[in-house]
């Protein structure tokens, strides 16, 4: 049981773990042991997750995301498959935490009247002074 908050755990049978070999630097230990993790999780049929938190994970623009609506994601971080497993599910489950909270809306506000008159006298003050770089006729 995978927790995230409170009312929601998702069970161990709704993620894939798949062990791979790593990429990059490790030597001889990268071509013989598969301590990458490839960590699957089914957002779009998950029943542990509340629709409003589905909806907005499904509505991210997330590279990690599929069309289906599973999250894919690897971790390879570290040399030892259980680091890069637990690497995975607090990935997980950061993912997932950042669709309980759901956005603020956004106020539309109008500038003030002194906002409006400081913007102006801003305005006239560098006309005035561009308007003093100009050629002028010596006499």
Do not use: C
């Not at 908050?5 to 013989?32: C, H, M, W, Y």
């Not at 539309?108 to 002074?129: F, N, V």
Request: glycine share 8%; aromatic share 4%; no cysteine.
């Amino acid at each position: 049981m995978l927790h995230i908050a409170p009312g929601i755990d998702i069970d161990e049978d709704e993620l894939t773990e798949r062990f791979v070999r790593a990429s990059g630097a490790g030597g001889q230990n990268v071509n013989k042991v598969a301590t990458a993790v490839e960590l699957r999780f089914d957002v779009a049929s998950s029943p542990s997750l509340p629709d409003a938190v589905r909806t907005r994970l499904l509505a991210r623009r997330d590279r990690r995301m599929t069309m289906d609506g599973v999250i894919v994601i690897q971790a390879q971080r570290f040399r030892t498959q259980d680091r890069n497993r637990q690497d995975a599910r607090d990935r997980l489950i950061a993912f997932i935490e950042h669709g309980l909270h759901a956005p603020k809306p956004r106020v539309a506000t109008k500038p003030t009247r002194g906002s409006k008159e400081r913007r102006l006298q801003a305005k006239r003050g560098r006309s005035e002074i561009k308007r003093g770089r100009g050629a002028r006729e010596w006499d």
